[in-house]
């Protein structure tokens, strides 16, 4: 089983809608939960940081975190065109492990 | 403003040569880190350094080496050893945690596409 889980998508939705975004990890010492996105030919942007469980809302974004399912999310409201990205998230106990990412684009 | 900066953006190499990627932070950053992103494969840990003139390999280090000579600065060197070498290349940098588990994201650097012709 490998640490961190990540559907590669692409998912596909249309502008305004929730978009969901999740992982699934394996390791119960993982405590620093992260988000970033990465735009075509540029390097990942930190989008949301959260330590241990419960949620933290940044603007149109949400991280929750449920560590007792080893499986943490991100959503997106009122999605829009400049949301087409890459998102990759990232957990760490003693070191970052990041997921291969899923690709979301946002159809005007 | 604060941030990483890699050169060259793109860099093409021939058979057989050595190429070196830059990369210069100007955040104060301890840590430093190299990774390459290949389509599918996600991002991949070359080599890290936590502190002047101290290194560590990574998951996938073979054909590439590093230096960490000044704080600002980790060059990374692909070698002709390196047999698979065209990908895209990014440097990061982080703040170093106290206690166990501590630990603080990352700031990436735009990358070097490196492709070999």
């Known amino acids: 089983q490998k640490e961190v889980e990540q559907d590669p998508g692409p998912l596909s939705v249309p502008e305004g809608a929730i978009v969901s975004l999740n992982c699934t990890y394996s390791?119960?010492?993982?405590?620093?939960f992260m988000w970033y996105r990465q735009y075509s030919r540029k390097g990942p942007e930190l989008l949301m940081y959260t330590y241990s469980s419960g949620n933290k809302e940044d603007g149109r974004f949400t991280a929750q975190v449920d560590k007792s399912s080893k499986y943490i999310s991100l959503f997106i409201r009122d999605s829009q065109p400049s949301d087409s990205a890459t998102y990759l998230c990232a957990m760490s106990a003693d070191k970052i492990i990041f997921g291969k990412g899923t690709r979301l684009h946002i159809l005007p | 403003d604060g941030g990483i900066t890699q050169s060259p953006k793109y860099l093409f190499r021939k058979e057989g040569q050595n190429v070196t990627l830059s990369c210069e932070q100007n955040l104060n950053h301890d840590a430093m880190y190299w990774y390459r992103q290949d389509p599918g494969q996600g991002l991949r840990l070359i080599y890290y350094?936590?502190?002047?003139?101290?290194?560590q390999k990574g998951d996938i280090a073979e054909g590439y080496s590093v230096s960490r000579e000044k704080k600002e600065s980790f060059p990374l060197t692909v070698t002709s050893a390196q047999k698979n070498p065209t990908a895209f290349y990014l440097c990061a940098s982080s703040r170093t945690g106290t206690g166990a588990g501590k630990n603080y994201g990352y700031t990436f650097g735009s990358g070097t596409r490196l492709t070999v012709v």
């Open positions: 390791n119960s010492a993982f405590q620093y």
């Open positions: 350094s936590q502190i002047v003139n101290d290194f």
